[in-house]
């Protein structure tokens, strides 16, 4: 039972650094949006610190995953298409999260120049579908 634990401990401490990683964010910045103390945020990512659950649901919204996303499944179905289509909207809503957390820092004029590109990508894509 003690090794289920800490293979489970493991798994979270993996994919919430995983997690935090894949947004660029420093472990300063999380402690600073969750009220985490950094040490402590560290220790939680290599296992050697467990998770409060309150904790774990601030790390979940800044990072924007839900909370089954840090846990180990209980059930080894295949996916559904149902599934598969939460997989793929929750995909997209990451790039969402990290173009959000890759442009806090930009300047006014950046982040406008980043927002005529989409605009430019959106008016070509619809350009193209109405070929």
């Known amino acids: 039972m003690a090794e289920k634990l800490d293979e489970e401990r493991e798994l979270l401490a993996r994919r919430l ?3 935090r990683d894949y947004l660029g964010l420093s472990q300063e910045y999380v402690s600073q949006e969750t009220a985490i103390p950094r040490p402590a945020i ?3 990512e290599a296992g050697r610190r467990k998770v409060e659950s309150v904790e774990l649901r601030r790390l979940a919204m800044l990072y924007g995953r839900p909370l089954a996303y840090f846990l180990p499944e209980r059930n ?3 996916n559904t298409g149902a599934e598969a289509g939460a997989k793929q909207s929750y995909k997209e809503d990451q790039v969402e999260i990290k173009l959000r957390n890759m442009t806090r820092k930009l300047t ?3 982040r406008e120049e980043i927002l005529r590109f989409a605009e430019y990508l959106r008016h070509k894509k619809s350009a193209t579908e109405r070929e």
Request: charged share 60%; hydrophobic share 15%.
């Open 17 to 19: 650094r995983e997690a």
């Open 42 to 44: 560290s220790e939680i």
């Open 76 to 78: 080894t179905k295949k």
């Open 108 to 110: 006014p004029e950046d």
